[in-house]
């Protein structure tokens, strides 16, 4: 540590902190364009210039390392001066266009210039003029604004991984650009737009919809990862203009998605369902609340009475509230079945009995970039979880990273190793490298625990492959096995996450995985799931899972947030399933919801960012929202409707008055039972069979929002059509910059 003055006031810092860091965290502001804190430090516009005693010049704050007893100001006459002549530079090129830029308003040049600037400018020479490029559909461009601060440039190499941006020409013919003129195609890229200090990037889809003043700002959480990304929602006049980020060092960091960061549009742009309908014969006729509640109220006991409680299911989504995954469970539970579940996208249950509480990573989030070693089992992370894989990027810094999956994927970190093997193999694979360690001295002891393990492993091969792998997990001081969305969805999954839990187990490795959209771990909790009731609780009698509801069908189905066409790995067979069933009630918040082919009543519901709730993550954090809109029409928040119809259906203990209340409830059960359900070992009965690992669903197909967010479905991604063969891996994939 050393201490330094700064503005007159000492303060003790970290030895080798730029000047600028210390002064943030002090509360004393030097402007600043082309530093930030998550980039590498380029210097390159100059106006954190600040005054250092003994300094013949004044020195730039983000790129200048505190020294002993250095004295510093940053709002002396000599620095002022220094920084309002760099601001006299940077406005030379600017265009005066604040009254129509999307930016003004929020715009750093333009604080920084109502400070540093002056009223009239000295030049009287024509402005520079720089044609605007077009960069794909998310991100509009007004490339006259730029100012050359290279936050996108450096974003796009540093963070992302993907060189996308880059600055061509030199002095004043620099421009910023794509490079050979392509669009942007990361499936991070919308973070440029908060980068961007000026009006030069800015969001597309909500292009001159709003000033900044005129927007509330509200929180909320993301539905579509499993990381649990923290979301500033802006609004005007009850509606949605966009969302950007809101720090959180434990979940995204600064970053968004573009999968967070457009699906609202689904709420604002696609066809929303107003008013419940109810289908009269081939016809769809809307009717008030009361009738459709009442109807699908006399519908469910008809059934139960007719046909008895287990042919009554509800499927749920991960991506509903743990609110609304509790009661759609409470009531299914209420009529006396235990057929709930949210599992779509899971083709192997038989494993079901061993899992955790929820699904869990195992590792904090925030640690994944400090892992020294990792194995990623079945895991396309860019595209699955966009904002994980950056974390796995900044491990690739100083950390290994190994894979096996059924094809080379586009990753935007580097691999040690590369197990590129048929799902088919996918079991042998892993009990190679599970036979190595434990074969390995120091393992005899923990090989007690893994009962039939050796058996297991007799006749397997173990390749020099196998033995690398092993042995990064076993060098690795912080080493972790992940297992992805494609291992989760493979048929032999059960087989996998054991195996998987042996090689971590006997390496000292951690071991979890990524699950389904934002609320598999809540979906869990709340019991939304055949086999566990609420908080893990057991049940009498296992109900159907997800694959024998739609094998054996029901005579009745709540569906909640669930097209299941789009949404299961059963699509058709899902379908086919629901339009023979006697009585199906969909939940939904579109007009043109799949539920329409087989559903009996369709009742509206509010979108994710019109109604309270909350999501648990992958590390079991419980992360709570409020309603920053409220729905459209006679959409109501589905927790309420939930809630209803449990009255109606004469349920005990339905007398919620807020979605709080019903969190609570859940909240409350977790302590009793909630910590007896531990992982456990069992060993898979065989390691040869066939298996099939279905190609993990396109990122901007996920769910019902980012299926109808018109932006998304014009990316290159969405549509099939990304270029693989532009240069994916950014040679700096090790720079240092940032944190
Ligand atoms: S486009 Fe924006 S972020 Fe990129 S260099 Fe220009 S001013 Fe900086
Ligand atoms: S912020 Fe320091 S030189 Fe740009």
């Known amino acids: 540590m050393v201490t330094i003055e700064i503005n007159g006031q000492k303060v003790e810092a970290e030895q080798g902190s730029m000047i600028i860091e210390v002064a943030d965290s002090m509360g004393v502001e030097i402007p600043r364009f082309c530093y930030h804190k998550k980039l590498s430090v380029a210097a390159n516009c100059r106006m954190c210039l600040v005054e250092v005693e003994g300094q013949r010049k004044p020195l730039p704050a983000c790129a200048t390392p505190i020294a002993d007893g250095m004295v510093i100001k940053t709002e002396s006459g000599y620095a002022k001066d220094a920084q309002k002549s760099v601001m006299e530079f940077l406005l030379i090129n600017h265009p005066l266009d604040c009254p129509i830029c999307d930016q003004g308003g929020e715009c750093e040049l333009q604080d920084v210039a109502l400070e540093c600037g002056k009223d009239v400018s000295r030049f009287t020479e024509r402005k520079r003029a720089v044609e605007d490029k077009d960069i794909g559909p998310l991100i509009e461009t007004e490339m006259t604004r730029c100012i050359h601060c290279t936050r996108c440039v450096r974003f796009g190499r540093e963070v992302a991984g993907i060189r996308e941006m880059g600055a061509v020409g030199r002095g004043e013919h620099t421009e910023i650009s794509t490079f050979i003129e392509k669009s942007v195609e990361s499936e991070v890229s919308g973070n440029i737009i908060d980068l961007c200090p000026v009006g030069a990037l800015t969001a597309k889809p909500s292009r001159y919809q709003a000033r900044a003043w005129e927007m509330i700002q509200y929180d909320s959480i993301a539905p579509h990862d499993c990381i649990g990304t923290n979301l500033h929602v802006h609004t005007r006049r009850n509606e949605i203009i966009r969302l950007a980020p809101k720090e959180n060092e434990m979940t995204n960091e600064v970053w968004l998605s573009d999968r967070d960061r457009y699906s609202y549009e689904s709420l604002t742009k696609a066809k929303r369902l107003l008013q419940p309908m109810s289908r009269q014969g081939s016809e769809w006729q809307e009717i008030d609340w009361e009738a459709a509640l009442e109807k ?29 995954l509790y009661l759609l469970q409470k009531i299914v539970r209420g009529l006396g079945s235990d057929n709930v579940d949210h599992r779509l996208r899971i083709a192997d249950f038989a494993g079901q009995d061993y899992e955790s509480l929820y699904p869990q990573l195992g590792i904090q989030i925030s640690h994944l970039e400090s892992l020294d070693s990792c194995f990623l089992i079945g895991s396309n992370m860019r595209k699955e979880q966009p904002l994980a894989a950056l974390r796995i990027r900044k491990a690739t810094r100083h950390g290994l990273v190994a894979s096996l999956s059924a094809h080379k994927n586009f990753n935007n970190f580097k691999l040690k190793h590369e197990l590129v093997k048929s799902g088919q193999d996918w079991c042998l694979q892993l009990a190679a490298i599970t036979k190595y360690l434990s074969q390995q001295p120091q393992n005899e002891e923990a090989l007690v625990k893994f009962d039939g393990l050796q058996d297991l492993l007799v006749d397997v091969t173990v390749e020099q492959e196998h033995i690398d792998i092993a042995q990064m997990l076993v060098d690795g001081t912080n080493s972790s096995v992940i297992l992805g969305l494609e291992a989760v969805e493979h048929s032999q999954a059960s087989k996998l996450r054991q195996l998987a839990k042996a090689v971590a187990k006997l390496s000292g490795s951690s071991y979890g995985f990524l699950s389904h959209g934002a609320n598999s771990a809540g979906a869990y909790l709340a019991g939304a799931i055949p086999h566990r009731g ?206």
């Open 296 to 324: 699908t109220a006399s519908k469910l006991n008809m059934i139960k009475e007719a046909h008895g409680p287990e042919q009554i299911a509800g499927i749920g989504n991960p991506i509903a509230t743990t609110e609304e």
């Open 534 to 739: 609420p908080a893990g609780a057991s049940v009498s009698d296992d109900g159907h899972t997800m694959e024998q509801i739609v094998s054996n069908g029901k005579k009745a189905l709540i569906l909640l947030k669930t097209e299941l066409g789009k949404d299961s790995i059963w699509s058709e067979k899902a379908v086919a399933m629901a339009k023979q069933a006697d009585f199906v009630v969909a939940l939904t918040s579109f007009a043109d919801d799949e539920a329409f082919e087989y559903a009996d009543i369709v009742l509206p519901i509010a979108g994710y960012l019109e109604s309270a709730g909350s999501y648990v993550n992958v590390n079991g954090i419980w992360q709570e929202f409020n309603a920053s809109v409220t729905a459209p029409g006679q959409a109501k928040p589905a927790w309420k409707v939930l809630r209803v119809l449990g009255n109606l259906l004469k349920l005990k203990n339905f007398d919620y008055v807020s979605a709080q209340d019903v969190m609570q409830e859940v909240k409350g059960r977790m302590g009793a039972v909630g910590d007896k359900v531990k992982s456990k070992w069992h060993c898979p009965d065989g390691l040869v069979e066939a298996a099939t690992c279905p190609e993990a669903v396109n990122i901007y197909q996920s769910d019902c929002y980012v299926r109808r967010a018109p932006a998304l479905q014009k990316t290159a991604m969405a549509q099939g059509q990304e270029d693989l063969k532009r240069p994916q891996l950014s040679p700096f994939h090790n720079i240092m910059g940032g944190v």
